[in-house]
């Protein structure tokens, strides 16, 4: 037992070794690298002096805001997609031609329609995670049995009932990982809205890091992005467990 | 058929009013003509029963009869209407059963599902499952999950969701497949006195001879490539029938003969 | 069925050209400061100026170059690591975590370490794009290798199919419809991470012709390299649904 | 008490304002003054425009690019000029291996500026216009501040367009040397850095205007007489050490901006074709 | 049983030294106890068919013995040493045939992939796909999907899948479920000819009484809750067996009785 909750650190470990001892052997000199220790250091008094913890709560507040929002209508197109393919085709050059607009390019406008705070990081977070979250459903719901569809076709379910009841446990476990895909999006996005213009939360806190050349620092938020991220995923698995039981783990534990 | 003969004929099925009714049906797939120029009458009430080589076009057809399938040339009426889509009155009993049954409910949760869609109130669901469950044999099993029941447990819960939908037809593709000799004369008689009670239309797609000359009012069988009527038996044995009288009846052993004799010819 | 897919094809060009109209009235109307958003007639002709000036079409290829080797790459990392992860419970305990802590570090934060310990190079560049790529297709691998029927997996044993075999035979064909679906997101996200990079490690592409047209505040010189990335997702996306089609062919005979 | 946001990147340009929050000048006036720092220069005038700020700093090539894709902005008052000082603290920094001797030196190399078409890099192609050297045929690619070092020591680039502290930190951890000092020989005292507001905000609110003028003029006095002061907010609003920050002087504060001192700028820029129209310097200025 | 007749039964089996064996094997799942102290050995070249009600443990046992289930006491046996893994020579039939087929690979390419799995080289296995699809009775069928398959078509599919391992030892479960009865008895007879020519041994299991003795060298009935052995007979029929005339000979006929009763006395 206690060898299987070793068994993830190891790797992590030996690499952090890894490099503080490279950066201790070589002298490291550098404006964005510093070493584990360091930034072990610059982690517990940014936690202490509560920035980061302050930071983390407003990153989380406009990346989960943003990811209930993105990923509610990417789920609802993506079974909507997924279940009509005349609507699918109809929209196809519209959704693949929007998708791949990177937010960062646009962030002056959104900037400009919005402004700073909490509804242009939301509003931007909302659009990155829609995507993913219809392209997984869409595939999804596509490669449901066949069967199943004609049975619920058979009972004459009306559509909501058919999507209650056959469509979205039958696609949950992907649902899910696309969920848990967007989750991280989310997450990203706000972080990177957050360093290229937005000056809260903890993206503001890796920006002004960096200019003021804390490379020790803005490591440390690195670091501490990567555990937020980390343990979300673990709490989307654990309430995914919690929540849907068999459904939504069938056939994904070996 | 002489012209006469055929009219004759045709004003004799309008007299009946067919329940289902195919009429000069063609389905082709993929490139190939799987039926082709179907003609069939079921009458409200009667048990017909289909059988053929494998592979000849029994499920097709039953799948045609549903409204899974639309003819591509011909029509297939419910009523007289042309069938676009299954309708809620008539119940379908797929042949993989394994395929169609929701992984992630339970037994009780499966036939439950059939009580949803015509909106039972929850109340009233556990006692209906529980009859069901029983009626099909396998009480005490509501909580197993379908990959913890075997082949034939499995084909029965599938049966059990059928009848909760409480049918006016019933279409049934092997339903028995994988049951023991036992439990299947059991079911047949179940499925039997259900259907006689509520005048319910049962169209079954079997391999047994046997079994179709038991349950049906008339047996069809198919020819392959492509699919279509190759011989039609009224089966005039007296009902209610009997697992024991019947199979002996010299009707019973002529009919099967008869079948057997058809189904020989059109192996090669 | 040519014909069809032709015309569906149309009718989805009409509906995408109903909303670009829709987009030349929000712009007549001047709902948002022409400044910002200019209709689609002035992206055009800032497109069309950009190309015969030369410039834009040098910085189009720059950026699927970064593209096309950054998904490449990740495909074929992210189609691995999930496969070993997938199928491999010491894999799934000693590594999987690890990448979990990777995966929400945004690229933005990374390029600088990654330019730190890389350099400004095209390398960098690619274990950037890579990186962010990987994540889709990683993640519908592990769980398109764990939502395999059961029964094939009985049937590989009872073959005593070699382990590689069995990821080849069985579970990635199993796991291809996921793994096209990741992959798929992963085209775009690449494409939006060979801008993001251009536009931080100032890298030569469309994203560095975005960024200076933001700069200089030329928002219909922005709008036409934002046309040219949709294009470019579209194009790109057709060609995954080819081979889609062409891979998934056995999918579509089941319906 | 007037509630007002001001938006400023992490230098010390917009010194005055940082000090002027810092001793109270900003209350003594009536403004309630809240400093926002901004990530990237030119996304000042978006948050301006998106009331998101009302006051910015942007450098002038940021402000006049974006007056002249036509957004409605106006300058306000002056905020940090080039003076000999800060003009000797621009170099183009030359990595190990590469020897400058002559503008001449620099063609054919790969040179990093903090943001193409920026304030560095303006600047340094009117020097080399200057000294007769075709621009065109330098190799120009975008390199932050933060990662010069680590890409100067790989030999990513030859040179990079800086400034102190990081020419001194370099120099020091022996990367490279100075190539050249490009804004001491341009030895020019134009703006670096003014307060900009939307014209529609500052027609407005004139009274505001005039007391942040008032205010950010006593402030400019401290910042560039009390070097102790002024470091003090500078590290408190860019929360950079303070140790980096005293180590170089700030930029000159210079609160009085005219018209005219936009024309040098204006003429470069149109130079380097990065204007497309003819802006007249009497509407830039608020007067 | 006293303690000298066990004595020698043991013996005996010592000589015959069992392929397979069931020593006290016992299965427990999701909390119940699905067989329970199963002792049964399979001879060398045996063809063992197994009967039993719908839900008794027959496919339980069969994944016993091909090794898919560990047992959670006793032991199964293959030529003495205990079964842990799916072993190349032995072949398994699934009952659900739907699920046990590649959806993406044709019909020659399921059958290719038992034929890639024993490295048979790529130019050889053209020829001996063709030769097991004629062999199920489905020549002309190597490029159609499973999805394009009947359920009988798929059901030979399978059938011809574990044929292509040239298996020593066959498991087959009720692989005839969804065959009409010349179909069937084609394959009935086309498993025994192959069987007995190569001395392979099977366990067969299956609902079809008649089909039990005519393949089997000895028939076993399983109890349920749990499953154990409930009767065991030994056919003494010649062989090679006829479908006409086997299935007259008296004994036949004294066998299917006997069997018939201990399946109806199972039941409720
Ligand atoms: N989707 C499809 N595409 C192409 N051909 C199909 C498709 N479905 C069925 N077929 C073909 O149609 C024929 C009839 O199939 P069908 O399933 O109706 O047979 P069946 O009579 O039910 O056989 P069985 O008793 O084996 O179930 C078969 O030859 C089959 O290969
Ligand atoms: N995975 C499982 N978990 C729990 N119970 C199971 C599981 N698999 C089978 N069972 C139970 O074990 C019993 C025997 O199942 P098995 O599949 O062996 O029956 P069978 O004899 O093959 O029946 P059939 O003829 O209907 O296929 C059944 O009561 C079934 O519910
Ligand atoms: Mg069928
Ligand atoms: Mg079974």
Known sequence: ?254 | MSVVARLIEVRAARRQKPLIAFNAATLRLGGKTIIENLDLQVRPGEFLCIVGASGCGKTTALRLAAGLYRPTSGAVTFEAEPITEPRREVAIVFQDYGKALLPWRTAAGNISLALEASRVPARERGARIEALLRKVGLPGHADKYPTEMSGGMQQRLQIARCLAQEPTTLLMDEPFGALDAMTRQGLQDEVLSLTQASETTVIFVTHDLDEAIYLGDRVIGLLPHPGRIGIELDVDLPRPRDQLATREHPEFLRLRRQLFDFIKATEH | MKRTAILWRVASVLVAAGFIAAWQLVANLKLVSPVFLPGPDRAWAALVRGFSSGDLAGKLIGTLEHMAYGWFAASIAGIALGALIGSSKTMRAYVAPSLEFLRPLPVSAIIPVAIAMLGLTQGMALFVIAFGAIWPIMLATIHGFAAVEPRLYEVARSLQMSRTAIIAKIALPSALPDILAGMRLSLTVALILSVVCEILAGLDGLGHWVLLSARAFRSADLFAGVILLGATGYLTSVAMSLVEQRLLAWQTAAR | QTKIQIGCTATSDCASAMVAVDEGIFRKHGLDVEMTPIAINSNIPAAILSNSIQVGGPTSTVFLQAVDGGLDLVAIAGASVMNPTSNTAIAAFVRNGITIKDPKDFIGKKVGAPGLNAFLHVLFVKWLVEKGVDPRSVNFVEVTFPTMADIIKSGGVDAVLTAEPFVTRMSNAGLGSVGARYGAELGRTDPIIFYAASRDWAEKNVATVKKFREAVAEAAAIVNSDREKASASIAKFTKQPLDLVKATPPNQSEPNLKPQNLSWWIEVMSSQKMLQSKLDTAKLVLN
């Open chain 1, 1 to 254: 037992m206690s060898l299987d909750r070793t068994k993830p650190l190891l790797l992590p470990l030996a690499l952090v070794l890894a490099f503080e001892l490279w950066a201790r052997l070589t002298h490291l000199q550098s404006d964005s690298l510093a070493p584990p220790s360091a930034i072990l250091a610059a982690l517990a008094t940014a936690l202490a002096d509560l920035s980061i913890p302050i930071a983390t709560r407003d990153t989380l507040f406009a990346a989960f805001a943003g990811l209930a929002i993105g990923s509610a209508i990417g789920l609802a197109l993506g079974i909507a997609f997924g279940i009509s393919r005349p609507l699918d085709r109809l929209m196809e050059v519209t959704v693949e031609a929007i998708r791949p607009i990177p937010s960062i390019a646009l962030l002056p406008i959104a900037l400009i329609a919005l402004g700073f705070g909490y509804r242009m990081e939301i509003v931007i977070v909302a659009f990155a995670c829609v995507w993913p979250m219809l392209i997984m459903t869409r595939s999804a719901v596509r490669s449901i049995e066949p069967r199943l569809m004609e049975v619920s076709r058979a009972l004459r379910l009306s559509a909501p009932q058919r999507i209650a009841k056959i469509v979205i446990p039958a696609a949950l476990p992907r649902i899910f990982v696309a969920f848990r895909l967007s989750a991280g999006i989310a997450l990203i996005v706000a972080v990177t809205v957050e360093i290229a213009i937005n000056p809260i939360g903890l993206g503001a806190g890796i920006m002004l890091a960096q200019q003021a050349l804390r490379a020790d620092l803005m490591l440390a938020y690195l670091v501490w992005i990567g555990a937020i991220g980390y343990a979300l995923n673990m709490l989307l698995i654990a309430a995914q467990r919690r929540l849907f039981g068999r459904a939504a783990l069938a056939g994904d534990n070996p």
